[in-house]
């Protein structure tokens, strides 16, 4: 079966830096994907990594551990407008064409 | 003009109704797909497109019907749907679905569906 895990809320100060962390129990990995979705919006994609690091795009930055089944996304100098969902999807080459499973989000509330 | 359009944005329908969703993608992609999102839930995948062929039906009920004309259109028609079906509906699209990088999702805007 799969697996994703995430926490399910953060919060953390304007201007601070902010780690959110998925783990994931997939039977085989063919890459993993972070998404954004602000409220009543649709989700938009911010990151993919399938080899183990970081991969830095700006003030966000995405790793990948392929051994420990672990991803972050790190966001840096937080504004107001990064208060969002964020969703990691892991892709398994086990399973039919297309198909990511989400985790259930975790939802980031940036304060002043 | 936003790379995947859906309409309509907000639906409401009786549970003896017939409705049908609508997405276009102007991105040239390959893979178009339905996902289900509800509250508290992870996203949910109902239906994969690639070249216009049906290729995860991700066992769907019977009263969502999907219809993927050519790889710029894709339908969901809904019929006899129940409460629980009210959710929001998501249409995106990739430039293909066989895994990589290319499999990064666009979505649309989405249709919130309250089935009364």
């Known amino acids: 079966g799969q697996n994703i895990d995430q926490p399910t809320e953060m919060t953390a100060t304007e201007g601070a830096i902010v780690q959110i962390n998925c783990t994931y129990q997939?039977?085989?990995?063919?890459?993993l994907f972070w998404y954004q979705q602000h409220a009543g919006e649709a989700p938009t994609f911010l990151s993919y990594n399938v080899l183990d690091g970081l991969e830095e795009k700006g003030r966000f930055s995405s790793f990948l551990s392929r051994s420990k089944g672990y991803s972050y996304l790190l966001l840096k100098e937080l504004q107001m407008k990064d208060s969002a969902s964020y969703l990691c999807?892991?892709?398994?080459?086990?399973?039919?064409?297309?198909?990511?499973?989400f985790g259930d989000g975790t939802t980031l509330t940036v304060k002043p | 003009e936003t790379g995947v359009t859906q309409t309509p944005r907000h639906l409401v329908m009786g549970m003896t109704n017939k409705k049908s969703l609508k997405c276009e993608q102007h991105l040239g992609h390959n893979a178009m797909y339905w996902y289900k999102q509800s509250a508290k839930k992870p996203l949910e995948l109902m239906f994969v497109y690639s070249l216009e062929e049906r290729v995860e039906n991700n066992s769907v009920p019977s009263r969502f019907s999907p219809e993927c004309p050519n790889s710029s259109h894709l339908f969901l028609h809904l019929h006899t749907l129940q409460p629980e079906d009210s959710a929001l509906y998501l249409c995106?699209?990739?430039?293909?679905?066989?895994?990589?990088?290319?499999?990064?999702?666009?979505f649309g805007s989405g249709t919130q569906l309250s089935v009364l």
């Open positions: 997939t039977s085989g990995f063919n890459g």
């Open positions: 995106a699209s990739s430039q293909d679905s066989g895994g990589g990088p290319n499999e990064k999702l666009f």
């Open positions: 999807a892991v892709r398994d080459p086990n399973t039919n064409a297309g198909k990511s499973t």
